[in-house]
């Protein structure tokens, strides 16, 4: 059993910057794939980031599109945490972020394949 927390998020403007954090709990932290989705009002829940493992110390990342370039994801085995770096947001970025947690280590951007999901936060991106 995975428990997630999110936490960092708030009110920005725009161009400005926040970093998301997830606190994971339970087993296998560092074998686990971890990513980020994050839902607008009125819309489906969408990928945003994913960071795999390759080993204790090397991994890969994968983003989509509408955020390559200004966020980057990372993640601390040692403290069981998954961050979100986010620059340079605009006022589409605004939506609640979920962190999740993949069974496997392999990189995913589909909602189907995280099997452990934290309960939100909000960010709101003012013009």
């Known amino acids: 059993q995975v428990q997630l927390v999110e936490s960092g998020g708030g009110l920005v403007q725009a161009g400005g910057s926040l970093r998301l954090s997830c606190a994971a709990s339970g087993p296998t932290f560092s074998r686990r794939a971890m990513g980020w989705f994050r839902q607008a009002p009125g819309k489906e829940r969408e990928f945003v980031a994913v960071?795999?493992?390759?080993?204790?110390?090397?991994?890969?990342?994968y983003y989509a599109d509408s955020v390559k370039g200004r966020f980057t994801i990372s993640r601390d085995n040692a403290k069981n945490t998954v961050y979100l770096q986010m620059n340079s947001l605009k006022p589409e970025d605004t939506a609640v972020y979920y962190c999740a947690a993949r069974p496997g280590a392999g990189l995913s951007g589909a909602l189907n394949e995280y099997a452990y999901w934290g309960q939100g936060t909000q960010v709101t991106v003012s013009s």
């Open positions: 960071v795999g493992v390759i080993s204790w110390s090397e991994v890969n990342t």
